[in-house]
């Protein structure tokens, strides 16, 4: 059945947010435009990328631009669970136990190197992450219905490093490479930077934050036919039946993937998705989901080149 819905999300708050991430991240247009889109599709984003290409002021701008509450968390070896989620102690005056709340309990979280922790740490998000919810001592905590996790990873080091399993990535809707900008962008940067006398650069036109469910709701009442759901389904399952593949993307991967390409479609102005907004929003949300067999990297072979064949395999609706 198609899903005919007549809904658009509003323009300016939208063209806002881009205006005010694009003043600070300089040559980080494609960033910024996945990074808009996944709040739009209530998913989680990964920042990826070597060290010094801005991921920390990405994610930073990101969370102040959104005018929510957010908590900053440096991931280290020695972060345990509770400094994340919080625990309870005993107040000798009171004589009770009283629950400290961890940095979780906020709007945005931005978790800076995220893979610097070890795996029992990097699982105290993941009911976060999926739920919106805590629980502590057996008693379960709602976290705000727009909890927006935004983190970040530096792929190329490996010491002093935790690779993050399947089931964390699988937690996040959008996995974004943060490259190095174009020679013109990094002089505007430097002239920025120069112009501001070394400061860290201020935000200005932040969104409000009470209004930003609305525009979460209408992004995901876009207009959607049943051949592009279609397509979204077998590009899924293509990837599943690629001999070169161990694990393809899940059910949960073709719900991320039409959610983040209605996210896409409205951060555009359109009234409805297209197979063009899929192929957008393809790569982020599905090369990290897809496990490769052994002997398919020994050849070298990437995540990146299963999704291109599968994209060009599938048909395209009309």
Avoid at 74 to 91: C, E, H
Avoid at 126 to 140: K, P, S
Avoid at 192 to 219: E, N
Wanted: glycine share 6%; proline share 8%.
């Amino acid at each position: 059945m198609t899903v005919d819905v007549e809904a658009q999300a509003p323009r300016a708050p939208i063209d806002r947010l881009r205006e005010v991430l694009s003043s600070v991240v300089f040559g980080q247009e494609s960033v910024v435009a996945d990074l808009v889109t996944c709040f739009l599709a209530r998913g989680h984003v990964l920042l990826e990328g070597p060290p010094g290409v801005a991921k920390t002021l990405a994610a930073r701008a990101m969370a102040s631009a959104l005018g929510l509450a957010f908590a900053r968390v440096q991931f280290t070896p020695d972060l345990m669970p509770a400094d994340i989620l919080g625990t309870t102690v005993f107040r000798p005056d009171t004589r009770d136990f009283q629950l400290v709340r961890g940095p979780i309990f906020t709007e945005v979280l931005v978790a800076d190197e995220l893979n610097r922790t070890p795996p029992r740490t990097q699982a105290a998000l993941l009911e976060a992450m999926e739920e919106r919810q805590v629980t502590l001592e057996g008693q379960t905590h709602p976290l705000p219905p727009h909890f927006f996790v935004v983190a970040t990873q530096n792929p190329l080091e490996l010491e002093g490093t935790y690779p993050l399993p399947e089931a964390q990535l699988d937690r996040f809707l959008m996995r974004v490479r943060v490259g190095y900008p174009d020679a013109d962008s990094e002089q505007r940067m430097l002239a920025a930077f120069h112009a501001r006398g070394g400061q860290s650069p201020t935000l200005s036109g932040l969104l409000d934050g009470p209004s930003l469910p609305a525009l979460q709701d209408a992004a995901a009442r876009l207009a959607c036919e049943d051949s592009v759901i279609a397509y979204v389904v077998n590009l899924v399952r293509f990837t599943r039946e690629d001999p070169r593949v161990v694990l393809g993307a899940s059910p949960r991967a073709a719900q991320g993937l039409l959610a983040a390409a209605k996210a896409r479609a409205a951060l555009e102005g359109q009234h409805f998705v297209t197979p063009d907004h899929v192929k957008a929003v393809s790569g982020a949300v599905l090369e990290h989901r897809l496990v490769l067999r052994g002997e398919a990297e020994v050849e070298g072979i990437r995540p990146a080149d299963v999704l291109a064949h599968a994209l060009e395999s599938v048909q395209v609706p009309r």
